[in-house]
Every structure is written in structure tokens, then in C-alpha cells.
């Protein structure tokens, strides 16, 4: 668990990419993926990276996001009040 | 930043009103629609695209399906929660249309279940000290979720952008949980690596809130 160096030393973890990386993508077996989330709870340098992770996670989601152009409203509300039912004569 | 048809939000006085309106095509309850939900579904097909400029397309077909199927959206969950799910499949049928993402009766994701484990998303905060205070870890997390590869920005935008279950989100997408928790992992070691040394300065918990 070493050779990290300078800003990645306190979010690189070896021992849980060693983990990850045995998963298979496709099929994981249920056990290996237990291991991942203890070590995720019992690691400190993992500890701390998940937690900082979730609180950069929380404040981006908190971010108001922008709003489409008023051009593109326009035209889709348009599309969408004159859009009838093939039946329904207009 | 007035446009020419502002409009008073609160015309409808809760969302069955808004529903009637919808039903009878009233251009006042398309736009009350799209007022209320477009920015947060245009920011999640973003997320789930990982571009841009297909966001707006997802948007406009999401909001034209969701139109077309008003008449059977029963309310059992709400209409946030619908058109989230109807935004996620639309996007999630684009991709797989692009190349493959492993989906599974991407129709039964738009029915209109039970609201389940899912957050509701569509009332988050908007306290605009905090959008202050996120507007570089904004961009930041944007990149770095757009260099995500696509099964993994999928996974993590589900899981944890949009607060799916992990039972949820690997049904959404048609593989087992702990499929999905693999993908996840990976998509949080990735930002990790990739956020390495800039979300030690995120905000803490409950920064910026009254
Ligand atoms: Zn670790």
C-alpha cells in the first residue's frame, strides 16, 4: 500500500482497486462485493475519500440547475398544447 | 431574467388541476410544466447522455412521450417521479439505440409504480448561497462525471445523482444488484481519482442552508 504520491495519497487505495478490479462487471460474486463495502467501511483512507466524495456529491446536487433557452421552451410547449389525438378533430 | 411569458407558477392549485390541464392540451399547463421540471430533467439527461447537446433532444421526446401517455398516469407515484422515469428511459433507449447499455423492459420502466425507495429529486434545494458556493464544484463534478464510461455514469447518476435504490436503479437497468453496486464502486474510485485533492475544499454537510 504504497507509491501513492503528492495530492492522490489521501484518496488512492490500493488494497480496494486490487478488490474492485477482481469483480467481474458482468457477473460479480455477491461475496467479493461484500469485501469492497467492508473494506469501504473499515479502511480510514477509503473512509475519509467516501465521505468526501458524498459531501461533493450532496453540494452538487443542491446546485440549481439552468434553465433550458426560452426558445427551446417555447417551441416544445408549442409542439406539446397542439399535439391532439389522431382521432380528436382539431 | 423576465421572458415574455412569464407565468405564475401557481396557477394550478395542486397537481390534479395541473393534470386536467395537461389532459385537455391547455398551452398554460404544458408551460407550467416545463417550467417546474425542465431544468432538473434537461440536467439529468445531461448526466445520463454525457452530452450536452443530446440533453435537449432527450428532454423534448421525454415531454412529448410523457404528453402522449397523460391520460394513463394514475398518480400513483408523482408526476416528478414519472417524468424522471420517463426521462431516464428515453435516455437510456437513445444510448442503447448509440451502442448498447444493458436495459430490460425499458417499457416497464415508464409505469407508473409505486413511488418505492426513490427521493424526490424535483423538490431539492435551491438555496442560492449554496449554488454560490458549488458553482466550481459544480463544473468540476460535471466534467469529471462526463468522463465517467457510460455504464458507470449511468450507474452513479441513478444511484447516487438521482437517489435510486441500488434495487431500483439494477432494475432500471436490467442487471443484478450487485452488478449494479460494481459499476457504482468503480464510478466512485474513478471521481476519487479524478477529484483527487479539489473535494477536500466541497462544502461539509449542511453549508449554506438556512
Ligand atoms: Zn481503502
Not at chain 2, 452530452?51 to 398516469?73: K, T, Y
Request: proline share 5%.
Amino acid at each position: 500500500m504504497t507509491g501513492e504520491k503528492s495530492v492522490t495519497q489521501k484518496t488512492r487505495c490500493s488494497e480496494l482497486e486490487a478488490l474492485i478490479q477482481q469483480c467481474d462487471g458482468d457477473n460479480p460474486d455477491p461475496e467479493l462485493v461484500e469485501q469492497v463495502e467492508q473494506h469501504l467501511e473499515i479502511c480510514p483512507v477509503c473512509h475519509e475519500a467516501e465521505d468526501q466524495l458524498t459531501r461533493a456529491v450532496v453540494a452538487y446536487r443542491s446546485v440549481t440547475p439552468a434553465e433550458p433557452s426560452a426558445s427551446f421552451e417555447e417551441a416544445l410547449v408549442d409542439r406539446l398544447c397542439h399535439k391532439r389525438d389522431p382521432e380528436e378533430p382539431r | 431574467m423576465e421572458k415574455p411569458w412569464d407565468i405564475d407558477l401557481q396557477v394550478y392549485d395542486d397537481e390534479s388541476e395541473l393534470l386536467h390541464g395537461l389532459r385537455q392540451r391547455e398551452r398554460m399547463a404544458c408551460t407550467c410544466l416545463l417550467k417546474y421540471y425542465a431544468p432538473r430533467l434537461l440536467r439529468l439527461a445531461g448526466q445520463l447522455m454525457g452530452d450536452a447537446d443530446e440533453a435537449e433532444d432527450v428532454l423534448q421526446e421525454a415531454f412529448i412521450r410523457a404528453c402522449d401517455r397523460i391520460d394513463s398516469f394514475r398518480g400513483e407515484s408523482g408526476l416528478g417521479t414519472w417524468l424522471h422515469r420517463i426521462v431516464i428511459n428515453t435516455a437510456l433507449m437513445r444510448l442503447r439505440a448509440r451502442k448498447s447499455v444493458t436495459t430490460d423492459d425499458i417499457e416497464g420502466v415508464i409505469a407508473d409504480g409505486p413511488e418505492s425507495n426513490w427521493q424526490s429529486v424535483s423538490s431539492g434545494a435551491r438555496d442560492p448561497g449554496q449554488q454560490v458556493l458549488g458553482a466550481e464544484l459544480f463544473d468540476r463534478m460535471s466534467a469529471a462525471i462526463e468522463r465517467l464510461p457510460e455504464s458507470l455514469r449511468i450507474a452513479f447518476v441513478l444511484r447516487d445523482i438521482e437517489g435510486m435504490s441500488t434495487h431500483d436503479a439494477a432494475a432500471t437497468l436490467g442487471i443484478s444488484e450487485s452488478a449494479l453496486k460494481v459499476r457504482l464502486h468503480r464510478a466512485r474510485l474513478a471521481l476519487r481519482k479524478d477529484l483527487a485533492g479539489y473535494v477536500d475544499a466541497a462544502p461539509p454537510k449542511g453549508t449554506g442552508s438556512q
